[in-house]
């Protein structure tokens, strides 16, 4: 294998903005390694896949490209006693076949046109988060489009989940899987009224809930929450401004008169049932987990700090900045909501750490959990310098950098139960890093009852993996392919 692969450079040129040079160049093959060396040693008790996803431009852009607008490539890393096999594929999306086909992009990206408009379309390009769901991979698009399903294990493209259906015909990223019933629960957001549509896929894959969910305009939610009775949807003070959205132009607008809501409706609730809470004004990408308390409602996500004036005030301008640039300043965060009283409360679990792409014990989704495993993060975009094991009762947490961390690009980690599990973070944290300074991409994985001793195992890729977004653990029993 050639040491190129893990030069970065910039197979575009320059000329189409600075995400797709550097670190931020996209690979242009398709690989299966298993014959790599391994220093220290693969668990035999860490069975499964990991599986990564995250924008990796297949052609030339038009015009300006942002790090949002990438085709989806999913990389994996499947552990079969004591074995590693890495893979990478793109996602065989509608646009991804179309481009191919015509040997060119065909499409605009975020910064020229926005979604829906029929003379500049916008790629639906899978790109941003992965689950698994009733044997297969989802990989689903931020702005709500088609659930692309893919085996996990080779990485083919299976096809598009059918379930989608409403006035945005979309499925958003960060659906939940409630893995005590095997059912998944997604949103939908979009410009035209009601605004949101939310449902449930049963354990097959068929559709069985679909309702519309009024929201007060139009809105850019990101993730939602689900607890063993309820799901949690968001309505945040965050929308396109609707000037520009007229003329087709990207611009965000954080509005601090309005409060953060969160609804809580059952998993089976119809529209009207849906119970909105508010909170301090601000907006969050990613939620940790959800459960019950009682007649209390908990999530633990990572909130968003506002940027401030001088003055103290919310400085509006300044947060949809840094937020559509992905410069994140994110705490962890508890938002408690009573269904019997209507009472809400919200606290900092930790002041000083700016956190955030949360993984988790996903067989504890929406069922009380102790344990999130996030990333430490830089100011620079999709900049991650290690990762942390917080305590989510109490706010403590452990760090972790396997190197140098002003050099390393972590990827968002995922926790894999041993096969024994004999306690909530008894298992593994899996991760994929890169090292600016040795030029190395290494795939790490931490003891997650001591994920301060740093990687138990590091295994050398001749190939960089890209900074992305989302990951996900799929156990052997939750995968239809597994041999
Ligand atoms: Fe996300």
Redesign the pocket.
């Known amino acids: 294998m050639s040491s190129s692969l893990v030069r970065p450079d910039a197979p575009f040129g320059e000329s189409h903005g600075p995400m797709l040079t550097g670190n931020f160049a996209p690979i242009s093959e398709e690989l299966v390694l298993d014959d790599l060396a391994v220093e220290g040693e693969i668990p035999g008790d860490l069975n499964g896949v990991y599986l990564r996803n995250g924008p990796n431009q297949h052609f030339e852009p038009q015009g300006i490209y942002h790090a949002f607008d990438g085709d989806g490539m999913l990389h994996a890393a499947q552990f079969d006693r004591g074995k590693l096999t890495y893979r990478n594929k793109w996602v065989r999306t509608d646009a991804w076949i179309a481009e191919e086909r015509a040997g060119k992009c065909l499409y605009s990206g975020i910064m020229s046109t926005h979604k829906g408009r029929p003379d500049l379309p916008l790629k639906d390009s899978a790109n941003?988060?992965v689950i698994g769901h009733a044997g297969h991979a989802v990989a689903c698009w931020?702005l709500a489009g088609v659930p692309y399903h893919v085996d996990p294990i080779t990485l083919e493209t299976i096809g598009r989940g059918d379930y989608i259906f409403g006035p945005g015909k979309g499925f958003s990223?960060?659906p939940k899987v409630d893995e005590v019933t095997g059912e998944l629960m997604f949103f939908d957001y979009y410009h035209s009224r009601p605004h949101m549509s939310y449902g449930v896929v049963d354990a097959s894959g068929k559709a069985t809930h679909q309702v519309l969910i009024e929201l007060p305009g139009s809105r850019l939610p990101?993730?939602m929450a689900i607890t063993e009775n309820y799901s949690i949807l968001h309505d945040l003070p965050l929308y396109n401004d609707p000037d520009a959205y007229l003329a087709g132009r990207h611009k965000i607008r954080f509005d601090a008169s309005l409060p953060a809501r969160f609804g809580v409706i059952p998993r089976y609730g119809a529209s009207e049932t849906i119970r909105w809470f508010e909170f301090s004004p601000c907006f969050l990408?990613?939620v940790v987990n959800a459960w019950e308390e009682g007649d209390e409602v908990v999530m633990v996500a990572c909130r968003y700090m506002p940027a401030m004036t001088p003055g103290n005030a919310i400085d509006e301008h300044r947060t949809a900045r840094q937020i559509a640039t992905l410069v994140m300043d994110a705490r962890l965060w508890r938002y408690r909501m009573n269904v019997k009283t209507g009472e809400t409360k919200e606290e900092c679990l930790d002041p000083d750490l700016n956190v955030e792409f949360p993984g988790y014990d996903a067989a504890r989704t929406g069922r009380k959990s102790q344990f999130g495993y996030l990333v430490d993060h830089d100011p620079k975009i999709l900049r991650w310098t290690g990762i942390r094991k917080y305590n989510t009762d109490t706010g403590e947490n452990v760090g972790a950098w396997s190197d140098d961390h002003d050099s390393c690009w972590y990827s968002e980690p995922w926790f894999a139960p041993a096969d024994d599990q004999r306690s909530e973070d008894h298992g593994y944290v899996v991760t994929f890093v890169w090292n600016d300074s040795t030029r190395e991409q290494q795939l790490q994985v931490f003891d997650a009852l001591d994920l301060g001793q740093g990687p138990i195992a590091r295994v050398r890729l001749p190939q960089r993996v890209p900074p992305g977004?989302?990951a996900c653990f799929m156990k052997p029993n939750q995968i239809a392919s597994w041999g």
């Open positions: 941003t988060d931020y990223a960060h990101h993730d990408y990613h977004f989302h």
